[in-house]
Nanobody, 117 residues
Framework: QVQLVESGGGLVQPGGSLRLSCAAP????????MGWYRQAPGKQREWVAT???????NYADSMKGRFTVSRDNARNTVSLQIDSLKPEDTAVYYC???????????WGQGTQVTVSS
């Protein structure tokens, strides 16, 4: 079992920046993938970005340029920096983790990001 704790959401004006963080406290099991999804009101959850334990990062095409994922393997933490925020970035952002050689995702509770003036 992997528990994920997210932080960093909030209300931001268009054009602003935000940094979301996710930690897997107390986990000693090797985590392979860590990353982020988001779900906007009335829409399906969509993948944002993933960081692998090997150091690779991948982004959804629509997220390239303004989203930056970073990871600390030693601390089992992953962060998501979002720049030049737009109202359409308003969503609940979910951290996820996948253990090595498995296909099950563990999820955080979600953190709300609202972009509005």
């Amino acid at each position: 079992q992997v528990q994920l704790v997210e932080s960093g959401g909030g209300l931001v004006q268009p054009g602003g920046s935000l940094r979301l963080s996710c930690a897997a406290p107390g986990s000693i099991i090797r985590i392979d993938f860590m990353g982020w999804y988001r779900q906007a009101p009335g829409k399906q959850r969509e993948w944002v970005a993933t960081s692998t334990s090997g150091g690779s990062t991948n982004y959804a095409d629509s997220m390239k340029g303004r989203f930056t994922v970073s990871r600390d393997n030693a601390r089992n933490t992953v962060s998501l920096q979002i720049d030049s925020l737009k109202p359409e970035d308003t969503a609940v952002y979910y951290c996820y983790a996948r253990l090595l050689m498995t296909d099950r995702n563990y999820w955080g509770q979600g953190t709300q990001v609202t972009v509005s003036s």
